[in-house]
């Protein structure tokens, strides 16, 4: 690590955003009202979006400074939501590193190369640390620029920053492409052990810089988004997984922002998940959010978990799910209302608007 405090200019440091509603819930504090964002807020619901992304891939929009604030930013003012999400993908600090990976339209993320022997590994690129000036650090420039270009504009609104958990990216490099039961990456974890902990190493080392660097450009939270931890049995999580998660944490953790850890379909994992290095724990839509408190003996904010599939439900119905999601997390020691998974495509940004009034009035 390069340094343990936050420049003077940074939004918590300058007093913007350290008693917003969002940094408040997350630390526990009795905020002004109860915060709410959305996952994937930043993107593929809006028309906005897609009008500004036409004719420009996935990974070019997440490099593009000027295009990734200008998304960040379009929830934010559409909504009036507490947060805005960086726009990223998960896979963006592969990319900049040097690692062969594209996005392909309606499939996912595809490597050049999958990883699965320990020359694989060893023929990755070198990481370094954020700051150092290495050519990672380096490649990062676009990321430190989308950041501050988007502070400058959200004033006392946070940015959260983000990066895809280690093995979730390890995950889809050991496989090459989106899997459905994630099944060479759980072979491998037990078929060549060292193989797996050097890979998990590596993309720790990688979320880990990602996120420190939005982190000293701007950003005043953190999530770890993990997309298949929850195809994990608990032992196996803790044995093979929750050091990698715990890795990329630790990246930030001596810098005073909160730490969110999502995963999905992860309600037997929340309280290793908490061990791991998170200060609040996303939760998804499967786990009300009073047994999360129980099991995690209610000692950490907690974030969540709208059904998202309950957008298109009549209205009248989903108030009384948002009002049940807001009765269950106050039973938290903070709690910011979420989704409990990421927003539909198709999602109406009209019926997300309300949720956003209703959870501002009611919560």
């Known amino acids: 690590m390069t340094g343990s405090s936050l420049p003077s200019t940074h939004p918590l440091s300058a007093g913007l955003t350290r008693d917003s509603a969002l940094v408040q819930a997350l630390e ?3 905020s002004s009202h109860r915060p709410v964002w959305f996952m994937r807020q930043a993107g593929r619901s809006l028309p906005e979006y897609l009008k500004v992304r036409e004719g420009t891939s996935m990974l070019e929009s997440c490099l593009d400074p000027a295009l990734a604030s200008e998304i960040t930013l379009q929830p934010v003012r559409r909504y009036g939501v507490d947060a805005a999400i960086f726009f990223s993908d998960i896979v963006v600090p592969m990319r900049v590193a040097g690692v062969g990976v594209d996005i392909a339209p309606g499939v996912g993320p595809v490597f050049d190369r999958p990883i699965r022997s320990m020359a694989d590994v060893e023929a990755l690129p070198e990481l370094g640390e954020a700051g150092d000036g290495g050519a990672f650090d380096q490649a990062l420039e676009p990321i430190r620029e989308a950041v501050r270009l988007t502070v400058e504009q959200l004033g006392q609104t946070p940015l959260i920053g983000f990066a895809g958990a280690p093995f979730t990216l390890a995950a889809y ?21 060292e193989v797996w902990e050097a890979l998990v190493a590596w993309t720790s080392r990688a979320a880990g810089v990602f996120v420190r660097t939005q982190v000293l450009a701007g950003a005043s939270a953190v999530q770890l988004f993990d997309s298949w ?7 196996t999580y803790v044995e093979k997984c929750a050091g990698g998660s715990r890795a990329a944490l630790t990246a930030v953790a001596d810098l005073p922002v909160p730490r969110i850890h999502f995963a999905a379909n992860a309600g037997h994992l929340l309280d290793p998940m908490g061990a791991a290095g998170a200060t609040a724990l996303g939760v998804d839509y499967r786990t009300p959010l009073d047994e999360a408190v129980a099991a995690t003996g209610g000692r950490f904010p907690l ?12 209205i009248e119905a989903l108030e009384r799910h948002v009002q049940d999601v807001l009765d269950r997390g106050a039973q938290a020691p903070g709690h910011v209302v979420n989704l409990g998974h990421g927003m539909p495509p198709h999602a109406n940004p009209d019926v997300v608007k309300r949720v956003v009034e209703q959870v501002h009035e009611r919560g």
Do not use: F
Request: hydrophobic letters at 40%.
């Open 28 to 30: 526990g504090r009795a």
């Open 173 to 193: 490099m050991v496989q090459g492409r989106p899997s459905r039961d994630h099944m060479a990456a759980r072979e491998l974890m037990w078929a060549q052990p």
């Open 229 to 235: 931890a929850g195809s994990l049995s608990e032992k």
């Open 303 to 314: 974030q969540g978990n709208i059904d998202p599939a309950m957008l298109g439900a009549p």
